[in-house]
T-cell receptor, first 114, second 113 residues
Framework: ETGVTQSPTHLIKTRGQQVTLRCSSQSGHNTVSWYQQALGQGPQFIFQ???????GRGNFPPRFSGLQFPNYSSELNVNALELDDSALYLC?????????????FGQGTRLTVV | AQTVTQSQPEMSVQEAETVTLSCTYD???????LFWYKQPPSRQMILVIRQEAYKQQNATENRFSVNFQKAAKSFSLKISDSQLGDTAMYFCAFTPGNTPLVFGKGTRLSVIA
C-alpha cells in the first residue's frame, strides 16, 4: 500500500457528461500528478499540481482540469466526455516535483464512457 | 521528442529462471532518472528499481537489476529467480530534464509454474 487513495474505483458515464475523480495523497506529499492510461498503453501525463498551483501540463485539451486543496488532496475534472476518454486514471503523489523524487501511485479509477 | 520504447509486448518465464525486459529511450537531456514500474492486476503502479543517469554503476534491488547503457540509451531490467508474484505489466519510464514521468507501452510478463 502506498498511502495514495483514489475514488471511485470504477465509474460509468455517458458521452457528453462531466466527471470528477478524486485523489488523496500520501501524508506529507505536496505534489500530485495525474495520468491517463488507455487500454494496452502506458500512462500519459495529464497535469501536475504543486502546493495548489498547476505545475505543468501534458498534451490534453482544456476540458481536462484539476484542483489541489490545502490538504494536498486533488481532483481531476473532465467535461464533455468522449468515448476516447475511457481509460484508467492514475494519480501519483510525491514529496516535491523534482525528477528524482519517488512517485507513489494510487490504484486508479477505471472510467468507462458509453 | 522524449520517448520510451519497450519492444517486447509479452514475455514468459519459468519459475526460478531469469528474464530480461528491454527498454530504449530517446532524449537530448543529459540529466535524468530512469525507472521500472510493476503494475499487477490490482492496477497500482509499484516502483521496482530506479537509476540515476549520471551514475555508471547499475542499480540492484534484491532479485532485480538493470543494465544501463547511457550511450546506447538502453535500460533493461533483469529479474532473477522469477517468482509467480512477479507476473504483471512492467513499464519502463524516465524523467527527462525536470519533467514528469514518460512511460513506455509496457511488457506483460507471465511467470509459469
Amino acid at each position: 500500500e502506498t498511502g495514495v487513495t483514489q475514488s471511485p474505483t470504477h465509474l460509468i458515464k455517458t458521452r457528453g457528461q462531466q466527471v470528477t475523480l478524486r485523489c488523496s495523497s500520501q501524508s506529507g506529499h505536496n505534489t500530485v500528478s495525474w495520468y491517463q492510461q488507455a487500454l494496452g498503453q502506458g500512462p500519459q501525463f495529464i497535469f501536475q499540481y504543486y502546493r495548489e498551483e498547476e505545475n505543468g501540463r501534458g498534451n490534453f485539451p482544456p476540458r481536462f482540469s484539476g484542483l489541489q486543496f490545502p490538504n494536498y488532496s486533488s481532483e481531476l475534472n473532465v467535461n464533455a466526455l468522449e468515448l476516447d476518454d475511457s481509460a484508467l486514471y492514475l494519480c501519483a503523489s510525491s514529496l516535491e516535483p523534482s525528477m528524482n523524487t519517488e512517485a507513489f501511485f494510487g490504484q486508479g479509477t477505471r472510467l468507462t464512457v458509453v | 521528442a522524449q520517448t520510451v520504447t519497450q519492444s517486447q509486448p509479452e514475455m514468459s518465464v519459468q519459475e526460478a529462471e531469469t528474464v530480461t525486459l528491454s527498454c530504449t529511450y530517446d532524449t537530448s537531456e543529459n540529466n535524468y532518472y530512469l525507472f521500472w514500474y510493476k503494475q499487477p492486476p490490482s492496477r497500482q503502479m509499484i516502483l521496482v528499481i530506479r537509476q540515476e543517469a549520471y551514475k555508471q554503476q547499475n542499480a540492484t534491488e534484491n532479485r532485480f537489476s538493470v543494465n544501463f547503457q547511457k550511450a546506447a540509451k538502453s535500460f533493461s531490467l533483469k529479474i532473477s529467480d522469477s517468482q509467480l508474484g512477479d507476473t504483471a505489466m512492467y513499464f519502463c519510464a524516465f524523467t527527462p530534464g525536470n519533467t514528469p514521468l514518460v512511460f513506455g507501452k509496457g511488457t506483460r510478463l507471465s511467470v509459469i509454474a
